[in-house]
């Protein structure tokens, strides 16, 4: 399943974690920050692990620049 998505309509066309307006980018933050997997998902219990996972993945694909992402389209 596709965890992290992009529409213009939402954030600005940010990357987002599918179904919430959670960016990739907080999720990054929260984790710079030193906050841990068990405190995120207790803060934002619409989260799961996976979608924490499927950020750091995104990540990485980003730095590498062979980033691929389906756009929805606006209603």
């Known amino acids: 399943m596709l965890r ?3 529409n213009p309509e939402i ?3 940010k990357p ?3 179904g919430t307006r959670m960016s990739v ?3 990054l933050q929260l984790l710079a920050s030193h906050a841990t997997e068990d405190e995120i998902l207790l ?3 619409h989260l799961s692990k996976e979608d924490i996972y499927a950020c750091l993945v995104y ?3 980003a730095v590498k620049n062979e980033i ?3 756009l929805e389209k606006a209603a």
Do not use: H, R, V
Request: glycine share 10%.
């Open 4 to 6: 992290i998505t992009a």
């Open 11 to 13: 954030l600005g066309g």
């Open 16 to 18: 987002i974690i599918k």
């Open 25 to 27: 980018a907080f999720i």
């Open 43 to 45: 803060d934002y219990p």
């Open 59 to 61: 990540a990485a694909n």
């Open 68 to 70: 691929y992402i389906e």
